[in-house]
Nanobody, 123 residues
Framework: QVQLVESGGGLVQTGGSLRLSCAASGRTISRSTMGWFRQAPGKEREFVAAIMWASKRTYFADSVKGRFTISRDNAKNTVYLQIDNLKPEDTAVYYC????????????????WGQGTQVTVSS
């Protein structure tokens, strides 16, 4: 089973940027579609972005399109989430996970969750 460790979160001002990392261990994720999800206080965890393993096609939630970029480095067994033009509503704990499937409504996660990384955006 793959273990996932997220990092890179922090406290930033509105309009700032962060680069989140998700390091995998236990097995390679080079043949897995990987995704980022987030959970804001008092809300359900939601899909943010995903990247397919073969085509590297990407999917984004409408709320983050144009501001978030997802990428992967299979040699490092790591997935990244570049977040630009941060908004207060982006405040959440961000998690990565293996993706089981994607549709027009977003992508579904598969597997256990890591501890996540906190992103806090001040206004």
């Amino acid at each position: 089973q793959v273990q996932l460790v997220e990092s890179g979160g922090g406290l930033v001002q509105t309009g700032g940027s962060l680069r989140l990392s998700c390091a995998a261990s236990g097995r390679t994720i080079s043949r897995s579609t990987m995704g980022w999800f987030r959970q804001a206080p008092g809300k359900e965890r939601e899909f943010v972005a995903a990247i397919m393993w073969a085509s590297k096609r990407t999917y984004f939630a409408d709320s983050v399109k144009g501001r978030f970029t997802i990428s992967r480095d299979n040699a490092k067994n790591t997935v990244y989430l570049q977040i630009d033009n941060l908004k207060p509503e982006d405040t959440a704990v961000y998690y990565c996970n293996v993706v089981s499937s994607c549709s027009s409504d977003g992508c579904a996660s598969l597997g256990s969750w890591g501890q996540g990384t906190q992103v806090t955006v001040s206004s």
